[in-house]
Every structure is written in C-alpha cells, then in structure tokens.
C-alpha cells in the first residue's frame, strides 16, 4: 500500500512545545505569521512540562506543604500534616498540575491558531521538514520560511549503567515514563551536584531520607554567590545531607538484594535505595538530521547560535536547552520569543544582562546580576547591604527565621550591581531588585519607597539601610555567614 503524501507550507515552525518553542510559536502567531509546532511526544509542554520543570516543583511544593517544614519552629521538630508522607501523595498534586496545565497550554496555541503536529521531525533540507507520525502511514512534509529547534534535552544516560527505574534512576527520576517505582526510598544516592542533584538532594532531605551526595569535583555551583552557597550547604548539612566531593564515579550497579551501589575512586563503595544519576543533560537533536542543512554544532552538541538565536543557516534558529547554558524554563522562555521576533521583524529590548536565576533548593535561592566574586574580577568596587529573614516579620511569622537577602551596589554611585535571596519566596522577591536594577535604579530606591508590612519586601530596606551604614562603618553585619548579631 503506498503512502499518502501531503506537504504543508507556513510561515514559521517550532520543532519542540517547551517553553522556547511555545514561546516562540506563540509570537509569531500574534504577529499574524501560518504557525505550527511539531511534538514528538503524546502531549504539548515538553520536557520541561511533563518530566522536568513543573513536576519538580509541584513535588517540592507538596513536600513542604505535607512536610509542614516552616511550622516546625512553632510546632516541633516533630511536627509534620502527614505522619507518612508517600510517592501517591506527591503524585496526585503533580498529575492534578500537568493536567491543569497542558489544558491551559493546548487552550492558547487553539485560540491563536497554531497547528500541532505529534510527529518526529527530520530536515530534508532547509526549508523542508518530514514528519513522522506514530501509527500514520501517511508521510507529512512541511515546508516553512523560518524553523526553530527547540526540542530541550535529555538526561546523560552512559551507557554501562544498567538504568531500571526501580532502583537506579537517569536525571528524570519518578516522572519518566518509563519509572516502575511506587515508594519512596528510605536512602538515596544523588550523583551530580548541579541545579537538579541539589534540588532533589534538598527535597528528600526534607522528607527525612537518607541522602547522600556525590559530586566529581569539590567546588560546586560555582556561578552562585559564595555566602549564599555556604548558607544553603550549611541548612542541607543540618537536614542530614552528607556531602562526597572530590572522587571520580568508577562504576554504578544493582546489587543482588536489590540496593543501588555506587563505586567510587579513592573511596569506599556507597549503597542506598536508590540511585538518581543527575550528572548533565544532552541536548535532543540526534534525530533530526542537522547533517543535511549544515548547522554547526559546539561544545557537547549544543547548537551554536548569534545574539537573536540563529544558527549558521540564516532561515534556522535554536533556543532552549539545545544551546546549552543556563538552559532553565524561563530563560528558554525568553530566547524563543527572542528568536521569533527577530525572524518576523518584531523590535524587542534585550534585557538579558538582568536575567534572573530560580533554583528551587529548599531553601530556595534566586540571583540577578553581578556576584562579588565577579565583580572581585573585574575589579569593580562595591558594597554590601545585607538583611536576615529574622529581622523580618514575615520571615518570623512564615518560620523561616534562616533566609536572607543581600545586595552588592557600587560606593560612589550606589547603582545596584547585584541582588541575592535564600529563603522562602527567594524566586518571587528577587523580581523587586531585577526591575530596580533594569530601570538603572540606586540603593536609594529601596530606602526611599514604602513596602507593604509585614512582607518579605521589607528586607530590601533593611539590606539598603545596612549597605548604607556600612560605608560609614556603622553596619551591624559585613556577611551573610554572621550566624548572630554582632
């Protein structure tokens, strides 16, 4: 039987429905370009919806919510809404999410009219796409002036680790597909010290698991803040989480009884329930057949790309995890609207140089601008202001008396260089100093302006008020490790 074939011709594609393509996708649309998005998978949002970003954080979120964490400076150390909390538990809150959420995601491309097609998409050549269906004998190619790749990555999968999704896990752990587990570990191995190890390291420390981390290298995340980073490795400490850093992976089993167990170099054998392997991502394109139009590959596959996410072939542009760092959801949010923009002649303001960072560690940190570390540098002069969640209302009130705000702002102009939170609604407040900081605003700002009381926004003053005082030398602390007030 011969295969019925039918080509389609628009305007823009999006190869991949995460936050780049979706983005994307959707901005062409609303500039009035024929749009479509091609989906591999059964369902729209990408890794990022199904396996990675939401699930994740709905996981945290059911876990500090039946962990009770913040209550317990009121209530006890004891004291939790679930005496046990289970797999099902969490589970139910992240599939009520992913179902909420891919309507939503569905309702926007039907109401601004973008196809979608579940297909695996390969180059025939520049302008030219074939699709291929999942129980289709038809044959689909699409034909489009512009075409963006964004179709994320994977979870690094070596090869001689025998992955079964019971006791040995890739970088997807419960929210792959392919998982068999239904409990919770009492241990668990995390290899890998990145945003998504410590994040899951964080999360089942908090639920009272055994966690241990593994890391190849001593110094990690590297790109935070150092006393931000040495204020959430001292929280982690006192949740249990041990730390193993410095010591080459040699080799990951099953044991016969069931463990997962871990071989290192220059260190005893480590065994646990389980094992998440959170060493990296690789970005998804081994099927798409780059070959045939010549885009030039980087470092570790990622596609290279210009300022507005154009690759080397002029009518072909790449955003999201497939080009590498920081590879996050909102940043790969930006880039495909971004790269859509510039394809359809849309003007747009680049504010990349105040990009925000959201890692959702418990307790959450986020970031906008300069570190002291970079700023020590570039030799730029600066000063601190720093305030704790302990001075704060809120802070007190919420139970999270351990978080902290700090902002780095240059002595002579006072222009704020950088802004860093740890603590509870990090990812929400770090917005305030990332507009003050996009409108060129000063440390001024902060002591000038009313903030709502009690709110966590209060630390913005307190933190001004400290950074002021201390180019006088009249600052009650000169770093966020200060434990107690001086």
Same mark, same amino acid.
């Given at each position: ?8 011709? =628009? ?8 936050? %780049? ?9 609303? %500039? ?12 729209? +949002? ?28 009121? !209530? ?15 589970? !139910?809150? #992240? @599939? ?38 999942? +129980? ?8 489009? @002036? ?18 079964? =999704? ?33 994040? !899951? ?72 329930? #389980? ?6 991502? @690789?970005? $998804? ?23 507005? !996410? ?11 995890? #497939?080009?590498? &760092? ?7 949010? @930006? ?5 859509? $923009?510039? %394809? ?23 970031? #906008?601008? &300069? ?49 860093? $939170? ?65």
């Amino acid at each position: 039987m011969s295969k019925n074939v039918k080509t389609l011709e =628009y305007d823009f594609v999006c190869i991949g429905s995460g936050p %780049a393509g979706k983005n994307a996708a959707m901005q062409a649309a609303k %500039a009035g370009k024929r749009v479509a998005i091609i989906e591999r998978r059964k369902h729209i +949002g990408g890794v990022s919806l199904h396996a990675g970003t939401i699930p994740s954080k709905t996981m945290r979120a059911a876990i500090l919510y039946l962990s009770g964490l913040y209550q317990k400076s009121f !209530y006890g150390k004891q004291y939790s809404l679930k005496t046990k909390i289970s797999l099902k538990d969490i589970r !139910y809150r #992240v @599939e009520r999410v992913l179902e909420e959420e891919t309507q939503v995601l569905q309702d926007q491309m039907n109401r601004n009219g973008v196809d979608v097609f579940r297909g695996q998409a390969e180059f025939l050549d520049k302008h030219t796409l074939k699709v291929t269906c999942k +129980g289709s004998k038809d044959e689909l190619t699409i034909r489009s @002036e512009t075409i963006l790749i964004a179709t994320g990555s994977i979870p690094r999968r070596p090869t001689d680790i025998p992955f079964d =999704y019971q006791v040995l896990f890739d970088g997807n752990l419960f929210f792959s597909n392919k998982t068999k587990r239904r409990k919770l570990p009492d241990s668990i191995i995390v290899v890998g010290a990145g945003v998504i190890g410590m994040e !899951y390291a964080c999360m089942f420390a908090t639920l009272g698991i055994q966690v241990t981390v593994v890391n190849e290298k001593e110094h990690i995340m590297g790109y935070l803040d150092g006393d931000i980073f040495h204020l959430l490795k001292r929280h982690m400490l006192n949740l249990g989480v041990r730390f193993i850093l410095g010591h080459k992976v040699q080799a990951v089993k099953r044991s016969n009884d069931g463990h997962a167990q871990l071989e290192l170099e220059g260190h005893r054998p480590i065994r646990a329930d #389980v094992l998440h392997y959170a060493l990296g991502r @690789e970005p $998804c394109i081994n099927s798409l057949r780059l070959d045939r139009v010549g885009i030039e590959l980087g470092k570790r596959n990622h596609i290279l790309v210009n300022r507005t !996410y154009q690759t080397n072939v002029e009518n072909i542009y790449a955003a999201g995890d #497939v080009i590498g &760092f920081p590879s996050l959801a909102s940043a790969s949010a @930006e880039q495909g609207r971004i790269a859509a $923009c510039h %394809a359809v002649g849309i003007e747009w303001t680049d504010t990349r140089e105040t990009f925000p960072f959201g890692i959702y560690t418990i307790p959450a940190i986020s970031m #906008v601008g &300069f570190t002291e570390e970079d700023l020590k540098k570039k030799e730029v002069p600066y000063a601190t202001g720093i305030a704790f969640y302990r001075e704060i209302a809120k802070g007190v009130m919420m139970g999270d008396e351990a978080g902290a705000l700090k902002i780095l702002f240059h002595p002579q102009t006072r222009e704020v260089l950088g802004v860093h $939170c740890i603590g509870d609604q990090a990812p929400e407040i770090v917005h305030i100093g990332q507009a003050v900081m996009g409108l060129g605003g000063t440390i001024d700002f902060f002591v000038n302006n009313i903030f709502n009381y009690p709110t966590y926004a209060e630390a913005y003053k307190v933190a001004a008020l400290n950074g002021i005082n201390s180019l006088e030398g009249k600052a009650t602390y000169s770093s966020l490790l200060d434990v107690e007030p001086q």
